[in-house]
């Protein structure tokens, strides 16, 4: 039996959600295929129940400063409790992306698929039934895997992956030893000591190594962590992991063997291109697994597109999504898009909220640009300190020549909601326009931005750029 769509997306995560959806609302006759849990691992195993844990984790931070506010009493939490609500929020999601999908009239498969031709595909159920569809385009959206580092072995109960996690219930014993350097670990951090864990966190990096947050940001993040008595161990080497009997026990290069009650590995992933069968219609990879794609986001083959984790380094359901716009777009409009990963925005949700887009000092100098800096703290913002929340700041990053946004960077509470207003002018060139002319509440934290942006053109002469 063959069945043959406009467009046929392989993966449910939030690039492959998002393609079907997006398509399917411009008119295309769109099939998608789910080999596991419809909403890929960001919904079941990664940013959705992330991020009701750390809402979670932030409210039982916040009431250390209830006594003051005339709130009497302190929080705790219990994980495992927090591990079930998170099962209903996800629940819930999952539901309404599965009605919504259906109410668009997209076809839904659930099983693997495989390329059986340049325009077709094998897809193959649980039972092992299969059938072939056809599709003028494919949008590859497969994700990646949890990655798993050497000496670690993953033991139900007591070494973890991140997916793994979410899976069942977390294993019993407070003592946790966190893995990793990158958002994930950054995050499992702090949320976990906020749910009651006693946390050692271990890594052979500096946190965030790989995302070119600013000092000033990563010691605003380094303060707010040690509040909670939490400070990565890094230039840790791990020799052996010894699991026999009760805990963990982790040997290190060092001589000194860490004991815990189990691991959490937020060691980062892999693209999973397994069983897609690419090299038989000359789809490459490059030395790390990812799909190799061009600025359009197409494969080897001109109607084959790649989105998200299984093509994008950055590895994050933000730049899926983005990658998936831009596919959409592409197929119908023709290639009109080109992809710039740096201006997709990037958050980290731990101790503080760390959010940033476009270029750095760095990059820009790189680009043959000159850098010029505008800088608010929330120390100074009523709204922050009506909160008894003043931590961080808003750093913009503005061309000396032209007074185009070169970049931004938002440290604090509600960072990964703020940082939308620097990606939604037209261009580039006009956005600090944008943030100056604008129209603010008051009192609130966005007012920063306006304050950044005005002290970015006074102290660079940048004033009849931006507000010309």
Excluded at 428 to 449: D, Q
Aim: one cysteine or more; glycine letters at 10%.
């Amino acid at each position: 039996m063959s069945d043959h769509f406009d467009l046929a997306v392989i993966g449910s995560g939030p690039g492959g959600y998002r393609a079907a959806t997006l398509a399917a609302l411009r008119g295309l006759h769109v099939a998608i295929i789910e080999r596991a849990d419809w909403g890929g691992c960001c919904l079941n195993r990664g940013c959705v129940p992330k991020k009701a844990w750390h809402h979670t984790a932030r409210l039982v931070a916040a009431s250390r400063d209830f006594a003051k506010r005339g709130i009497r009493g302190e929080l705790d939490a219990d994980m495992n409790q927090a591990w079930h609500h998170q099962e209903e929020v996800v629940a819930g999601v999952r539901d309404s992306y599965v009605d919504y999908m259906h109410r668009l009239k997209i076809t839904t498969f659930a099983g693997s698929a495989r390329f059986a031709g340049e325009h077709e595909l094998d897809v193959t159920d649980a039972e092992g039934g299969s059938r072939r569809i056809k599709a003028d385009a494919v949008i590859i959206a497969t994700g990646g895997t949890a990655h798993v580092p050497a000496p670690f072995t993953p033991v139900p109960g007591k070494v973890l992956t991140s997916d793994m996690l979410y899976d069942h219930e977390p294993p019993s014993g407070k003592r946790v030893a966190i893995i990793g350097s990158g958002v994930v670990a950054t995050e499992f951090a702090f949320i976990f000591a906020m749910l009651g864990k006693e946390v050692t966190w271990l890594a052979r990096s500096p946190a965030l190594r790989k995302i070119p947050f600013s000092p000033q940001a990563l010691g605003t993040l380094r303060d707010a962590l040690a509040r909670y008595d939490i400070a990565l161990r890094k230039g840790e080497r791990f020799e052996r992991v010894d699991t026999e009997g009760d805990g963990v026990r982790i040997h290190l290069g060092s001589g000194e063997t860490v004991e815990v009650d189990w691991v959490c590995l937020g060691t980062g992933r892999t693209p999973h291109t397994e069983g897609l069968g690419l090299e038989a219609v000359g789809i490459e990879t490059d030395t790390e697994g990812f799909i190799r794609r061009n600025a359009h986001l197409q494969t080897a083959l001109p109607h084959v597109y790649a989105i998200g984790d299984v093509a994008s380094p950055e590895m994050t359901a933000n730049h899926a999504i983005s990658d998936a716009t831009v596919a959409v777009t592409n197929i119908i409009d023709g290639n009109t898009r080109e992809q710039d990963s740096r201006w997709v925005p990037v958050v980290v949700y731990s101790a503080v909220e760390l959010a940033r887009l476009g270029l750095d000092e760095d990059a820009a100098e790189d680009d043959d640009l000159e850098p010029a800096v505008g800088f608010a703290a929330f120390e100074t913002s009523p709204r922050a300190q009506g909160q008894d929340d003043i931590e961080g700041f808003v750093r913009l990053i503005g061309d000396m020549d032209s007074g185009a946004l070169l970049g931004g960077e938002i440290v604090g509470s509600e960072a990964g909601e703020l940082v939308h207003l620097l990606s939604l002018a037209p261009d580039h060139e006009t956005a600090l326009k944008w943030l100056a002319h604008g129209t603010y509440n008051h009192p609130a934290r966005a007012e920063e931005l306006s304050n950044a942006t005005e002290t970015l053109a006074s102290k660079w002469g940048l004033s009849e750029a931006i507000f010309g």
